[in-house]
């Protein structure tokens, strides 16, 4: 008997276990979500462009394992999204983005292939990109609002890890938008103002 079967035996198994490149994972029940395109309808700048696509195309998906229950002081999950490549107009494909509704509760983003950036935004609204690339660990203060932005030509899958008392505050960023997008000029990413 391997050490492995042995430690399985006797109840030692790890409860989840991760496909590190593909964002698999499995073991005790995750959670999955799916956002599609008709659900992130006002998040996109040009919005006629968006009217014209298939609002059932998946823009991304998130897979997480919640040991603990959701809003349990001190617990942390452990995700991973899987955000496909794209474009409404000149906009990449993103995630909604939110800012935690606990603002003293940080998260780490570890991306594992693909490319993209990291658009963070603090209390100011001042708003910044980080590169995302295979290996790339990123930090999120709390009170930072965070999206991601897939700006290669395959998916972009980054792990996280969160507190379970985080939360989500989706509300801020769906009125007033992130301070900068992330639009194709000339076939490459442009920066620019968000002045929608
Ligand atoms: C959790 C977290 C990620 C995101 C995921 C989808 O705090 O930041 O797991 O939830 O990348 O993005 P949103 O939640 O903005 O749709
Ligand atoms: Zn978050």
């Known amino acids: ?5 042995q430690a399985s035996e006797s109840g030692l198994k790890a409860p989840v276990s991760l496909n590190w490149g593909e964002g698999g994972m499995s073991g005790e029940p ?28 998946e823009v991304y998906r998130v897979r ?42 940080a998260e780490y983003y570890a991306t594992v292939s693909g490319t993209g950036l990291l658009v963070r935004m603090d209390e100011q609204r001042k708003s910044w990109v980080e590169e995302m690339g295979p290996g790339t660990l990123h ?36 009125e007033f938008g992130f301070g900068i997008r992330v639009l194709e000029r000339g076939g490459r990413p442009a920066i620019v103002p968000n002045e929608s």
């Open 30 to 57: 995750v959670r999955e979500s799916a956002k599609t395109l008709g659900e992130l309808k006002g998040i996109f700048l040009d919005e006629a462009a968006g009217a014209q696509m298939d609002a059932g195309t």
């Open 139 to 174: 930090y999120i203060r709390g009170n930072h609002a965070h999206r991601v932005v897939n700006v290669g030509n395959e998916p972009l899958i980054f792990w996280a890890c969160w507190g379970s008392d985080a939360g989500y505050d989706y509300t801020t960023i769906r």
């Open 1 to 5: 008997m391997t050490v492995m079967e």
């Open 64 to 105: 997480w394992w919640k040991p603990v229950e959701q809003g349990e002081e001190g617990g942390l999950f452990w995700g991973v999204t899987i955000l496909q490549p794209g474009r409404v107009g000149e906009e990449y494909f993103m995630t909604h983005g939110h800012v935690h509704a606990n603002r003293t509760r």
